[in-house]
Nanobody, 115 residues
C-alpha cells in the first residue's frame, strides 16, 4: 500500500500547479483523502480534504484558490492550486483515512513559489 505524490515544482507568484496523489494497492475512492503541507520551521497543516462521498473542506488560507478532486478511474486525488503565493511554499503530502481504517501517508512533493 502506497501513496505517491507528484506535481510539485518551482513557480512564480500568481502561477498554478496541479498536484497528484496516486493510490497504489488500495481503492482511494473508498477513503477520505487529504492534502497537508509543512513549511520550513512550521508545523504540518491541513490544506484540503475530500470525503469518500465527495464532500470537500479547505483551509481558510486556500479557499477560492485551491480545488481538491478525485479521478476514480485513475485512482488519484488531485489538488489544483491557482493564484499561488510565496506563503504556499511547503512540502505537500497526501493522506488516506477513514473510520476504522489504517491511515496512509505519501512521501510529499515540494512546492516553491517565488515572489
Amino acid at each position: 500500500v502506497q501513496l505517491q505524490a507528484s506535481g510539485g515544482g518551482l513557480v512564480q507568484a500568481g502561477g498554478s500547479l496541479r498536484l497528484s496523489c496516486a493510490a497504489l494497492g488500495f481503492t482511494s475512492s473508498t477513503y477520505g483523502m487529504g492534502w497537508y503541507r509543512q513549511a520550513p520551521g512550521k508545523q504540518r497543516e491541513l490544506v484540503a480534504t475530500i470525503s469518500s462521498g465527495g464532500n470537500t473542506n479547505y483551509a481558510d488560507s486556500v479557499k477560492g484558490r485551491f480545488t481538491i478532486s478525485r479521478d476514480n478511474a485513475k485512482n488519484v486525488v488531485l489538488l489544483q492550486m491557482n493564484s499561488l503565493k510565496a506563503e504556499d511554499t511547503a512540502l505537500y503530502s497526501c493522506k488516506a483515512f477513514g473510520p476504522g481504517r489504517p491511515v496512509y501517508w505519501g512521501q510529499g512533493t515540494l512546492v516553491t513559489v517565488s515572489s
